[in-house]
């Protein structure tokens, strides 16, 4: 039975989940609020398929901060969007990951989950680093920069 680790974190976004929910499901879009834009100015992007369906992949390879792999688009509807994420550098993993819009009185809740599986190697960083606190802030980071976008 495989054991996993589920790192989720939420902000209110003061606009419609269909608003909101192209920035999250286009790839191209996380260029404006990704957290971890900025890492490698040298980053290489390549984009494939119909930006913001399913099937739609986004690569990168940067620099040893940025490291590589593709993100995929797997499900999109209205209200949420899922992704596998699979690194290849600077160590392989494979997460899932799910939006998740829930729009009440003309603001949205959005929900960033990432769900990973415990491997050794995700064990042995897990001690030298804390992966909630560090992954954590990523997304908090991820997400009061994709409000910003969508409330300017």
Do not use: C
Not at 55 to 67: E, I, L, P, S, V
Request: net charge neutral; no cysteine.
């Amino acid at each position: 039975m495989t054991e996993y680790t589920t790192i989720e974190r939420s902000i209110v976004i003061r606009a419609s989940a269909d608003s909101i929910q192209p920035h999250v499901s286009d790839f191209n879009q996380w260029v404006a609020w990704s957290p971890w834009e900025g890492m490698d100015p040298d980053l290489t992007r390549t984009y494939s398929g119909v930006p913001g369906t399913v099937g739609a992949t986004y690569k990168w390879d940067g620099n040893r901060k940025a490291g590589a792999g593709t993100m995929t688009a797997t499900a999109i509807a209205p209200t949420s969007v899922d992704v596998d994420l699979a690194f290849t550098r600077p160590f392989k993993s494979t997460s899932a990951v799910h939006f998740d819009l829930t729009e009440r009185n003309g603001q949205t809740t959005i929900v960033w989950t990432m769900l990973s599986p415990k491997t050794l190697t995700s064990r042995a960083f897990g001690l030298l680093m804390n992966m909630e606190k560090m992954i954590g802030s990523d997304l908090e980071k991820g997400l009061a920069s994709l409000k910003k976008v969508v409330e300017s």
